[in-house]
């Protein structure tokens, strides 16, 4: 039965999504996909505060599920998101907006900046990642003896493809 929850909470997915990252009215939902994998960052010596050493982000690496769990692309970094079927988006974010989880990443309303191939995310005009769990860089770990070490946090989120009407 949990594999039944998780279906059920993935197709519940953006109940409550913040204004700020609603999809213009001349798009519609054309794919709806869950993402599993990491974010990666490296640590890296502050540019602003000599001796400070943080974690930056470098790039996603996660596969795209389907509602029944088959897997259907990947996300990488760009960011861009590749479907098995050919097609391809490349975005920009345009808002973004906190998780209602504080140890997730953000939620974010993404353009295409480009879009080509047959399959379905070849027509996609915007990119929509909600409902994320896990992600944010480490808290801590990140100093001088660290410099260039890489972190891989896991996390997951909801992608919504949006394509014109």
């Known amino acids: 039965m949990p594999a039944l929850a998780a279906v059920f909470a993935f197709a519940a997915a953006a109940a409550s999504v913040p204004p700020d990252l609603a999809v213009p009215a001349d798009a519609s939902l054309s794919l709806r996909a869950q993402g599993r994998g990491v974010q990666v960052y490296v640590c890296e010596a502050g540019p602003d505060q000599p001796g400070r050493y943080d974690w930056r982000f470098v790039a996603p690496q996660a596969d795209l599920f389907d509602a029944q769990g ?6 990488y970094g760009g960011p861009t998101w590749e479907g098995a079927d050919g097609g391809k988006v490349v ?32 027509r996609t005009r915007y990119v929509r990642r ?10 801590d770990g990140c100093s001088a003896a660290h410099a260039a070490e890489e972190a891989q946090v896991p996390y997951t989120a909801t992608y919504e493809f949006y394509s014109p009407r």
């Open 70 to 75: 088959v897997k259907i692309g990947r996300h």
């Open 130 to 139: 909600i409902d994320t769990a896990g992600g944010r860089a480490p808290a």
């Open 91 to 122: 975005g920009e974010v345009r808002a973004k907006a906190p998780s209602p989880d504080p140890s997730a990443i953000d939620w974010l309303l993404l353009t295409a900046k480009s879009a080509n191939g047959a399959g379905v995310l070849g």
